[in-house]
């Protein structure tokens, strides 16, 4: 089975800090997707970005940056500079591609509130 | 609309009425995903399609949940006999593909009185 935890229930910063969501995954596929989504109090769960078990490569967007590390099976989001519309609930997510791996799998979920 | 539609966006019912909630998915996606997040906790899983294969039923918490899914299209989540603890949001999801995201819709908020 195919698990993903996000070890950090709460986390608090203040504005311009910088901060990192971690989240660790485990699967037994070789091939598997990972994601991250933003849940804003408003409650619509919005796409931040999608990541292939075969390209490690950090990606950054604008204040928003990714670490995927296969060999720790981690993939942690960092935002930079942080601003209080980054306030939010943080889902980390795994999908594999054999079988009931493709379910898509969620973490518990990190609440960011970042104070003006 | 282009994306994931969910009807009702809110229902109040009473406790052991039955309930079908409705999800309209992104047109041509194959993969459609039920789940249920309660206030201020994480998504749980409930049901996946995945085109004309057996759905995975594993995450339905007891068989007064059922799912359906028409023509690979539009699917609806039925609760029978609901009780106070169904009271949650119900998010429905879509997915062009194993190697894309889901899209999530607004949801449809329950609550059982």
């Known amino acids: 089975a195919q698990k993903v935890t996000q070890a950090q229930t709460e986390i608090s910063v203040v504005e311009k800090e910088d901060v990192t969501l971690d989240c660790v995954y485990e699967?037994?596929?070789?091939?598997?997707?990972l994601f991250w989504y933003k849940q804003p109090p408003s409650g619509e769960l919005v796409f931040l970005i999608r990541?292939?078990?075969?390209?490690?490569q950090n990606e950054i967007s604008g204040r928003y940056s990714w670490n995927f590390q296969k060999s720790t099976s981690s993939f942690n989001f960092t935002i930079t500079a942080s601003q209080v519309v980054d306030s939010a609930v943080y889902f980390c997510?795994?999908?594999?591609?054999?079988?009931?791996?493709?379910?898509?799998?969620f973490g518990s979920g990190t609440q960011l509130t970042v104070l003006p | 609309g282009a994306g994931v539609s969910q009807s009702p966006s809110n229902k109040v019912t009473e406790k052991g009425k039955d309930v079908e909630l409705r999800c309209d998915p992104i047109s041509g996606h194959t993969a459609l995903y039920w789940y249920r997040q309660s206030l201020g906790q994480g998504l749980e899983f409930l049901i996946y399609f995945q085109g004309n294969s057996a759905p995975d039923k594993s995450g339905l918490p007891s068989d007064r949940f059922s799912a359906e899914r028409t023509g690979g299209s539009v699917s609806t989540l039925t609760i029978q006999r609901t009780q106070q603890e169904d009271s949650a949001v119900y998010l429905c999801a879509s997915r062009g593909g194993a190697r894309t995201e889901a899209f999530f819709g607004q949801g449809t908020r329950l609550t059982v009185v």
């Open positions: 990541r292939n078990s075969f390209d490690e």
């Open positions: 997510a795994l999908s594999g591609t054999s079988g009931s791996a493709r379910q898509l799998t």
């Open positions: 699967t037994r596929d070789t091939t598997y997707y």
